[in-house]
């Protein structure tokens, strides 16, 4: 039987001379993988539909345990992200990271919906490449249930400090007052703090409609990145590679 999804392309693999197999995120049915006969052919119906970073409308069926693509078109391509070396690594990055989160044959709207929206934003330049990544990095842990501990210091329980100081290990945070100057942590400023706590708990479609500072974003961005690392367990590639392009 046969079934129409819609989904983004998260990567590609080549397979002979003019099949691919891509692994998609869908809303319906999170990370699957389909092959796709014939897509490397520049005239192929699927050839640009299934290209990474589109978003596609695909019509696939399963064989063998596999999902195969009978037809694909395209509903929106930001392929033309791949124009900047340095919003290419971290729209790849992204994706690699929506695959190590989301599961396989389960719902996953709201990662589908957070990826989007950041390529959205990136695409058009709307916001700064490192509170994008940011942005995606706390709010796709929150997402997959490993939301960051942000509201109450851990030892005292109070809501408020100059500086907050997160552990991303532990997923613990601490006030001035408790914190006892151990252990890799990452300092959050009022503005930070504030930052975190909002992309935790904002409704999904206003996700961005806040502004911070240059200091309290590098902040925000060292936080998010520790933290998810930590969840991901290991460095992914494309993450070493987006933070050596972003500082050439």
Same mark, same amino acid.
């Given at each position: 039987?046969?079934?129409?999804?819609?989904?983004?392309?998260?990567?590609?693999?080549?397979?002979?001379?003019?099949?691919?197999?891509?692994?998609?995120?869908?809303?319906?049915?999170?990370?699957?993988?389909?092959?796709?006969?014939?897509?490397?052919?520049?005239?192929?119906?699927?050839?640009?539909?299934?290209? &990474?970073?589109?978003?596609?409308? @695909? *019509?696939?069926?399963?064989?063998? %345990?596999?999902? +195969? $693509?009978?037809?694909?078109?395209?509903?929106?391509?930001?392929?033309?992200?791949?124009?900047?070396?340095?919003?290419?690594?971290?729209?790849?990055?992204?994706?690699?990271?929506?695959?190590?989160?989301?599961?396989?044959?389960?719902?996953?709207?709201?990662?589908?919906?957070?990826?989007?929206?950041?390529?959205?934003?990136?695409?058009?330049?709307?916001?700064?490449?490192?509170?994008?990544?940011?942005?995606?990095?706390?709010?796709?842990?929150?997402?997959?249930?490993?939301?960051?501990?942000?509201?109450?210091?851990?030892?005292?329980?109070?809501?408020?400090?100059?500086?907050?100081?997160?552990? &991303?290990?532990?997923?613990?945070? @601490? *006030?001035?007052?408790?914190?006892? %100057?151990?252990? +890799? $942590?990452?300092?959050?400023?009022?503005?930070?703090?504030?930052?975190?706590?909002?992309?935790?708990?904002?409704?999904?479609?206003?996700?961005?409609?806040?502004?911070?500072?240059?200091?309290?974003?590098?902040?925000?961005?060292?936080?998010?990145?520790?933290?998810?690392?930590?969840?991901?367990?290991?460095?992914?590639?494309?993450?070493?590679?987006?933070?050596?392009?972003?500082?050439?």
């Amino acid at each position: 039987m046969k079934t129409d999804m819609d989904g983004l392309i998260l990567r590609d693999l080549t397979v002979g001379d003019k099949d691919r197999i891509i692994t998609v995120l869908t809303k319906e049915k999170g990370i699957i993988s389909c092959y796709v006969k014939g897509a490397l052919v520049v005239k192929h119906h699927a050839f640009a539909a299934t290209k &990474p970073l589109t978003y596609s409308r @695909l *019509c696939v069926y399963r064989n063998r %345990g596999m999902y +195969i $693509v009978d037809q694909a078109e395209t509903i929106k391509s930001f392929y033309s992200l791949s124009m900047s070396v340095e919003q290419f690594a971290l729209s790849q990055y992204m994706c690699e990271l929506a695959i190590e989160t989301t599961p396989a044959e389960i719902e996953s709207e709201g990662q589908l919906e957070l990826l989007l929206n950041c390529l959205h934003i990136l695409v058009n330049g709307l916001k700064t490449d490192e509170l994008i990544k940011a942005v995606f990095e706390i709010r796709m842990s929150v997402i997959s249930g490993n939301m960051p501990n942000v509201i109450y210091c851990s030892g005292c329980g109070s809501y408020d400090s100059d500086t907050m100081y997160f552990d &991303p290990a532990a997923n613990t945070m @601490l *006030c001035e007052k408790c914190f006892g %100057g151990e252990g +890799i $942590v990452c300092p959050l400023s009022r503005g930070a703090l504030t930052a975190v706590r909002y992309i935790v708990t904002a409704d999904p479609k206003k996700i961005f409609s806040f502004s911070v500072s240059k200091e309290s974003t590098a902040q925000l961005a060292q936080c998010a990145e520790m933290y998810m690392t930590n969840i991901v367990g290991k460095t992914l590639k494309t993450l070493d590679y987006y933070n050596f392009v972003s500082t050439m």
